[in-house]
């Protein structure tokens, strides 16, 4: 409990005693001001340290979209290869089919000569090969086709970036480094953005 | 308790009752902070109840008065400092009814360590009355009892309140029970 303050029994005030409240109230703001100075470093601290934390997890974080962009390129060439192989192999007996009841009958009608029946069959077989390999080229060269997944995924992020309207700070962050990752341009970044916004 | 209660008391006790009041009361009491408060501070209410024990002795006017002038005062100063959290609001119904789930928790946000009182605020279906319920272990119903005072003067409006104790042994719960007239 505090002591009773007698205060309004003073109608005068000494100026010495006017002196000693004002420095007493200097020494107080002087303490508040060390206090507030305190919190304020201590709040400082918490804050880098929290940075620190969020520019690990930011790191993290790249690494592992890094690895989820390299694993869905590769999930995504597998399956394409996947449908090469089937296209190649039913071109292949097309092309068997054809030699074989098609070609062969009639080479062997025509050429009479044993050694020459034999060479053309080669031959016939010669052509297949190539032909397979340009059509398995020709669907890879699709597969290979990267950029459009990435900017795919891009714009996925976009997606989930706009959905409240805005782009905090934090996002914008994510955006470009998920960007300088997927190896889109900025160009190519932006021509995306506003594509999605025309469409917003 | 957060700091700036403190610097608005002492900034309410200068203004009001002069700096020999507030010097004095501060150099009467024996406070663990010396008296030397900065907003973005916390200290324990204790000093503020010893403060204002110390003020009500000085001027001779009962503590609940005192805190309750206190709290109408701290109403036009929070309005003051902080115009953002009172704008889009009609009337003081709107406003309390906000304290609790926008007001606390963009403080709790500042200031994590802030010690919040609980409100809990129901308004009637034909909206002219207000059941404000107030939950604390720090027994400053006082307080909050002048800060409704302090919001209904504001927009202007005649409010009759009734009280109702519902405390507990260790949890302070008052019924205000705010109708306009």
Known sequence: MAK???????????????????KRKIERERKARATAEAVIEEQSRRIHIANEELSRSNT??????????????????????RKATTITLGVAVVLFVISEFAVEPVLEREIANSAALVMSKIAI???LLPTEIIVSRLLERQVTNVD???????LNLLLSAYED??????????LDSSRRQLGLSKRVAQELEAKLQATT | MKGI??????DMVESTFGEDVSDGIIESSDLPSGGSYTAVGTYSHTELVTLVVALSEAIDVPVPVLVHAFGKYLFGRFHALFPVFFEGHDDSFSFLCTIHDVVHVEVLKLYPD???????ATMSDDGKTLFFEYHSHRHFSDLAHGLMDGAFEHWKETVDIQITDRSTDDKQVILFTCTKE
Do not use: C, H, W
């Open chain 1, 4 to 22: 009773k303050a007698k205060l309004n029994a003073k109608n005068t005030v000494s100026p010495e005693e006017k002196i000693n409240r004002l």
């Open chain 1, 60 to 81: 993290e974080m790249e690494l592992k979209n890094e690895e989820l962009a390299s694993t869905m390129t590769k999930l995504t060439s597998v399956e394409l290869q």
């Open chain 1, 125 to 127: 077989l010669g052509l």
């Open chain 1, 148 to 154: 459009s997944i990435n900017e795919e995924m891009y």
């Open chain 1, 165 to 174: 309207g805005i782009i905090t700070d934090m996002e914008r962050t994510i």
């Open chain 2, 5 to 10: 209660v403190f610097r608005e008391f002492i």
């Open chain 2, 114 to 120: 802030a010690g919040l009182p609980d409100f809990v």
